[in-house]
């Protein structure tokens, strides 16, 4: 069992930036970050596996995803955010080799809020 901690979110103007923490108990081969606004599903934002990164289309260009093995925290850097990146963020972990979809993502944490105004 994997345990995941998120830690960074907040308040930002429309435009500023915010880094996302997610430190992880154990490596696994793929982790991402998830989000969930108020009234929409939930929807991936950037995995990462290996050294190979994943955005979606939404944040392509203004999210980065990272990871340091050393301090076995996963990263999602936030910039030039607007009002639609509001949500809670979640970061996730998966149990296999696979890193396609939400489904391979076996571990989850409790979620950092992040709101844009």
């Known amino acids: 069992h994997v345990q995941l901690v998120e830690s960074g979110g907040g308040s930002v103007q429309a435009g500023g930036s915010l880094r996302l923490s997610c430190l992880y108990s154990?490596?696994?081969?793929?982790m991402g970050w998830f989000r969930q606004a108020p009234g929409k599903e939930r929807e991936g934002v950037a995995s990462i596996y290996f050294g190979s990164t994943s955005y979606s289309g939404s944040v392509k260009g203004r999210f980065t995803i990272s990871r340091d093995n050393a301090k076995n925290t996963l990263y999602l850097q936030m910039n030039s955010l607007k009002p639609e990146d509001t949500a809670m963020y979640y970061c996730?972990?998966?149990?296999?080799?696979?890193?396609?979809?939400?489904?391979?993502?076996?571990?989850w944490g409790q979620g950092t809020q992040v709101t844009v105004s």
């Open positions: 996730a972990a998966g149990r296999g080799t696979s890193c396609s979809t939400e489904g391979d993502f076996a571990y």
């Open positions: 154990a490596y696994t081969y793929c």
